[in-house]
């Protein structure tokens, strides 16, 4: 991203601020049942726990071309008022611009605490969610390549999920992942899980008994492998050797998705079985 793009955001950030939170926020996210992805869905599942923790109302928009809406191209993004925000960080930023924070709580150790639990997430979860999409052969015929190419006609299906396929590999490449074995994926994943339930421990949360957005983030993960159906369960199995972290995403749906089921964001919301 360039200085002069960054900058303008801070700028509008700025401006932002001064503004209450809008009435009419709408959240932007791909069609649940028929094509959204399991990186995408867990993506978007984090920015809507967040957003409920915050106390803040949204409502979801559904779009088969909202990844091509999205000003960075990533999911989920919002548009609130005149500003429209993509990912979860700069989300929470934007958020935060208007005095409303998940952290005010925790000192400054403990920041730097949940930010390097989030970058573990973003970083292993997040990529092996990509791997395991893209990479992998049998998920990329099943499951991958159906869905994403879903909305689209004939050839131009195709040729989107080739395009995309070709970025995916690209960016997992670069960050180290392209050259890993599917059983080293899983290997990284499992020692990702441990390291999230160890430091949850017996704890409602990850910093006692009030939710941040560390515990957004993992209930997104979490909730999405739990949910999404692949032709091969292992990553559900890893999942789900770490009991505190199923019960995290179980407490997360209780407190701040089904006491908000007859609301309009909640309709396409599928609970853990």
């Known amino acids: 991203m360039s200085a002069s793009v960054l900058l303008t955001e801070s700028i509008n950030m700025e401006v932002g601020s001064a503004e209450p939170w809008p009435s009419d926020v709408q959240l932007f996210q791909p069609y649940e049942v028929e094509q959204i992805l399991l990186p995408d869905n867990a993506a978007c599942l984090a920015v809507q726990a967040f957003l409920h923790m915050a106390s803040l109302d949204f409502t979801i928009e559904m779009r088969s071309n909202a990844e091509h809406m999205s000003p960075s191209g990533k999911l989920p993004f919002i548009r609130a008022g005149t500003f429209v925000v993509a990912e979860m960080d700069p989300i929470v930023a934007f958020v935060n611009t208007k005095g409303v924070s998940l952290t005010s709580t925790l000192d400054p150790g403990q920041k730097a605490d949940m930010r390097a639990y989030m970058s573990l997430v973003n970083n292993v979860l997040g990529n092996a969610e990509l791997y395991l999409s893209w990479q992998d052969e049998v998920t990329l015929s099943e499951v991958t390549s159906p869905r994403h190419g879903a909305p689209h ?65 993992v209930f997104g993960h979490v909730f999405a492998i739990l949910t999404t159906p692949l032709p091969d369960n292992r990553l559900k199995a890893i999942v789900q050797q770490f009991g505190n972290l199923v019960s995290l995403a179980e407490r997360v749906e209780r407190d701040y998705f089904e006491r908000l089921g007859g609301s309009d964001d909640s309709e396409a919301f599928e609970r853990l079985p």
């Open 153 to 217: 006609p004939w050839p131009l299906g195709h040729l989107l999920t080739w395009q995309k396929k070709s970025q995916v590999t690209q960016r997992l490449g670069a960050l180290g992942w392209g050259g890993k074995t599917l059983e080293e994926v899983y290997g990284e994943v499992e020692t990702c899980c441990r390291a999230l339930s160890e430091r949850l421990d017996s704890s409602l949360y990850f910093f006692g008994s009030r939710p941040t957005e560390l515990d957004s983030l």
